[in-house]
């Protein structure tokens, strides 16, 4: 099972940038995609996850009306497109993957199982 984060970078506040997260080494689409994010000194938090089918999704708050989540079953692959960026959202992006029956989106990091690697995002202000 591998999951590869990438898609990261610099990029001045207002700015977007467009993380992709590859899948391999299982049933891609059945699982749920979650990215996560954690910053220097602070907890791992979740940012938003997609169901299986595409059609569920989550947004944290913070993060709302700026990141759009979505996948594409057939090249196994989940994008997470950030704009408006800010400050705020620097960290190291994860992603990762759940097996799921029902209901919305998980979105809590410690029922996910596999993980990616991670891939810095740094917003300069």
């Known amino acids: 099972v591998q999951l590869q984060a990438s898609g990261g970078g610099l990029v001045q506040a207002g700015g977007s940038l467009r993380l992709s997260c590859a899948a391999s080494?299982?049933?891609?689409?059945?699982?749920?995609i979650g990215w996560f994010r954690q910053a220097p000194g602070k907890e791992r938090e979740g940012v938003s996850s997609?169901?299986?089918?595409?059609?569920?999704?989550y947004y944290a708050d913070s993060v709302k009306g700026r990141f759009t989540i979505s996948r594409d079953n057939a090249k196994n692959t989940v994008y997470l497109q950030m704009n408006s960026l800010k400050p705020e959202d620097t960290a190291v992006y994860y992603c990762?993957?759940?097996?799921?029956?029902?209901?919305?989106?998980?979105?809590?990091?410690?029922?996910?199982?596999?993980w990616g690697q991670g891939t810095q995002v740094t917003v300069s202000s």
């Open positions: 997609i169901r299986d089918s595409g059609v569920s999704t």
């Open positions: 080494g299982f049933t891609f689409d059945y699982y749920t």
């Open positions: 990762a993957a759940v097996a799921q029956d029902y209901g919305p989106p998980i979105r809590t990091d410690a029922e996910y199982d596999y």
